[in-house]
């Protein structure tokens, strides 16, 4: 793919409450190869992350900046930060650093190499160096990505993960609906209604504790667990064949 800009990766950052990492994330992100946008969306943050990133954001134009005017959760922010993206592939980083910007390119090289439409980077495929994860985290993450796959039949093995990269057009033309954590089971399960083709890399994890600041509770597992029937089964054969002015046939999803 010769044609491909230089730095051919946006990056997209949501954001609610990270006055502590977010200056340090950006810098990284900013400092590693194949990046060339990075899209920070603050989401209605109650300490200094707004006042941080805009300052960042005046010295630097690679940062797009966009902030919410009320707090609507991650599924919301990745949705205003996709439409934003401009370069050919986007990739999402949370505002910490559990996740390591410098395997960008693990993740990334199966698009740009067109082996892929949609790459996983996963914390279980071997390996790595990571953070002793807490028990009952990996138990229940494990359990919502089997039950991902049986209603999706892919076969990946962290649902969950962060690091989603994507085909710019193929994020951009599919309809977010989750505000939250939702938007993972969502996701993956209308990537597998599409047939897209994925791809799935080992990455390493270093993990924040609750006290450390991590924003994700019980609830939201409750919630992944609807959304993977809502999307991944009770949606599977409900999308609705339409046609045109033009007679062209579309599919539009329900």
Known sequence: MSDLPENP?????????????????INTVLNTPLVGEVVVVNDFSKDKTREIVEEMARKEPKITFISHD??????????????HAK??????????????????ERVVRPLI???????????YLKNNPRRVLQFWHTMGNRFLTTL????????????????KAFKREVIQNIKIEE??????????????????????????????????????????????IWCIFKYGIWRRNKNVMLIDENNKLSISER
């Open 179 to 224: 505000n939250r954590f939702g938007f993972e089971p969502e996701i993956t399960a209308k990537i597998a209604r599409r047939g897209l083709r994925v791809f799935e890399v080992s990455i390493s994890y270093f993990p924040r504790t609750n006290a450390e600041g991590k924003h994700i509770g019980w609830k939201d597992g409750v919630r992944a």
């Open 113 to 123: 190499d067109d082996k892929c439409d949609v790459c996983y980077g996963s914390r």
């Open 70 to 83: 009320h707090n609507q959760g991650k599924g919301a922010a990745l949705r205003t930060g996709f439409q």
């Open 9 to 25: 990766l946006t990056v997209v950052i949501p954001a609610y409450n990270e006055e502590e990492t977010v200056e340090s994330v």
């Open 148 to 163: 991902s796959n049986m209603a999706t039949n892919l076969h990946v093995t962290d649902m969950e993960t962060c690091y």
């Open 87 to 104: 370069l050919p592939f986007v990739i999402v980083q949370d505002a910490d650093l559990e996740y390591a910007p410098s395997e960008f």
